[in-house]
């Protein structure tokens, strides 16, 4: 048999070996370290979450006291302002009572006082028509007596003139 076929197994068997030999012995301190390292990380990772965590509960009662200061605040202003609202509406209210019960009685007066002086006007804007009328009535009575008396004139002037005719015709006659 060929030595070469013995040789070279034996030779890869050595140089696994020592290659083996050299993991095995790093192979348990490297788990032992990368375990230590995952339980630090995990430590860290724990402790991180609880930091954030508490940071998370803090923040949050602070939101909850800031909410319940506003909400204390505004609630305080909406009750203001509802005072407020009620004084005016009061103060309102009386000064509406007060004017009823002083001026209502002179309102009443007034609007009585009123209606008298709308009937005063409709009757005197009714003379007012009736003298109108009686004004344009007396015009044109006026211009047909003026015309009459033109007219009457006229007729006098004609019967003068027909006796003075006849006047001179009697005269004439006489001498004749």
């Known amino acids: 048999m060929n030595k ?3 040789i070279w197994p034996v030779v890869g068997l050595l140089v696994f070996g020592a290659f083996y030999w050299n993991f095995d012995k790093t192979y348990l ?6 375990e230590v390292r995952k339980q630090e990380e995990k430590k860290e990772r724990i402790l991180r979450e609880a930091l954030q965590r508490k940071k998370a509960i803090e923040d949050a009662i602070e939101a909850q006291n800031k909410r319940i200061a506003d909400r204390a605040a505004k609630e305080k202003r909406d009750e203001e302002e509802k005072a407020a609202r009620a004084a005016l509406i ?3 209210n009386r000064a509406f009572d007060d004017v009823n019960k002083r001026l209502r009685p002179q309102l009443d007066r007034l609007k009585g006082d009123a209606d008298d002086v709308k ?7 009714l003379e007012k028509k009736q003298y109108l009328d009686e004004e344009a009535f007396l015009r044109t009575y ?3 007596a003026e015309a009459n008396v033109k007219t009457y004139l006229n007729l006098l002037d004609q019967l003068a003139a027909v006796e003075k ?3 001179e015709a009697a005269a004439k006659a006489k001498k004749s």
């Open 4 to 6: 070469a076929y013995v």
């Open 90 to 92: 009061d103060r309102r």
């Open 119 to 125: 009937q005063q006007i409709a009757k005197l804007e």
């Open 165 to 167: 005719a006849r006047a």
């Open 142 to 144: 006026v211009r047909q």
């Open 29 to 34: 301190e490297r788990q032992r370290k990368e």
